[in-house]
């Protein structure tokens, strides 16, 4: 039969988008849910191949600084917050919101010692960054909420061990769904708008997908449902839905073959609890097909 694919990238495969035009890196990214990031809590995470440490400074602000200590490089995110700084867990250099060093118990103080730190702020209950060099020219995207009505029923961040490029194409390629996947999920969508930047606009016709792709990684879909669980498979025209999934998915690209994936899910209605997908396995399914074939 066909080989497996068994890694992306490298030579002759597909190119990282990681290795891609720096461009990439000038837009604000959300790398976590705000609730997620307590007073108390370190978050590692990888963008574009660079690991860094969000945490929250003595006024809250959510901050972001490089996970890799200015004294010996030992990984921050190990250590703790103490008074809105970073301790890092080896010999105890303290690094603030700006990545400034500003305790070194471990040997006389030394100034001018820090880390990079990041753009960092905090819209519409995500932490956004920007990995970009010099000062941001666009303001964060508001948009990431779903229609008046909904409520948000799980909020998840998953690794997918798949490089961001092939799953946001994948995402988008919603016309590989009936040959790939089930052949009763016929939902093609009619529509699939692409922004740059912009409010997503207020027309979720036609039914009974309707998606939104903001680049470079933010894709927003709504599912017009005919029972909980089940995708409408009447004739399309002037069919009015009485029910709706909406999903958010935010594909970062962490690292080469590895994206970060912000998941949020939620419902005009009150769904059966047995309707909703596991949607830990649905992904990690996801991932092998992506992985092992053309979508
Ligand atoms: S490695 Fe961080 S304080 Fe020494
Ligand atoms: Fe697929």
Not at 143 to 163: N, Q, S, T
Not at 172 to 186: E, N, Q
């Amino acid at each position: 039969g066909r080989p497996q694919v068994t890694s992306v990238g490298g030579l002759g495969g597909l190119e990282s988008s990681l290795r891609l035009d720096e461009s990439l890196q000038h837009f604000w990214f959300p790398v976590e849910f705000s609730a997620s990031l307590k007073p108390d809590t370190l978050i590692p995470i990888e963008l574009f191949n660079v690991p860094w440490v969000l945490f929250r400074d003595k006024d809250g602000r959510a901050s972001c600084v490089a996970d890799e200590c200015a004294h010996r490089a030992c990984p921050l995110s190990l250590g703790k917050v103490v008074d809105g700084e970073v301790e890092c867990a080896y010999h105890g250099w303290t690094f603030d919101r700006q990545g400034a060093c500003n305790r070194m118990p471990s040997t006389p103080f030394c100034k001018g010692v820090g880390v990079r730190a990041l753009k960092c702020e905090e819209v519409d209950g995500f932490v956004w960054v920007w990995p970009g060099e010099g000062e941001p020219q666009v303001e964060v995207p508001k948009h990431m909420h779903p229609p008046p009505g909904y409520k948000i029923h799980a909020d998840l961040v998953l690794e997918v061990p798949v490089e961001h490029g092939l799953l946001v194409e994948n995402m988008l390629d919603m016309a590989h769904t009936p040959f790939t996947h089930s052949p009763a999920a016929k939902a093609i969508p009619d529509i699939v708008r692409f922004k740059t930047n912009g409010p997503l606009g207020g027309n979720w016709d036609p039914y009974p997908i309707d998606m939104s792709f903001e680049a470079p990684c933010i894709t927003l879909s709504n599912i017009g449902l005919a029972k909980p669980g089940q995708v409408e498979r009447q004739p399309r025209a002037g069919d009015e839905c009485p029910k709706h999934l909406w999903q958010m998915h935010v594909c970062l690209p962490a690292k080469e073959g590895h994206t970060r994936l912000l998941y949020r899910i939620a419902f005009d209605f009150t769904p059966w609890l047995s309707a909703i997908p596991v949607i830990g396995s649905l992904w990690t399914q996801k991932a092998n097909q992506v992985r092992s074939c053309p979508g």
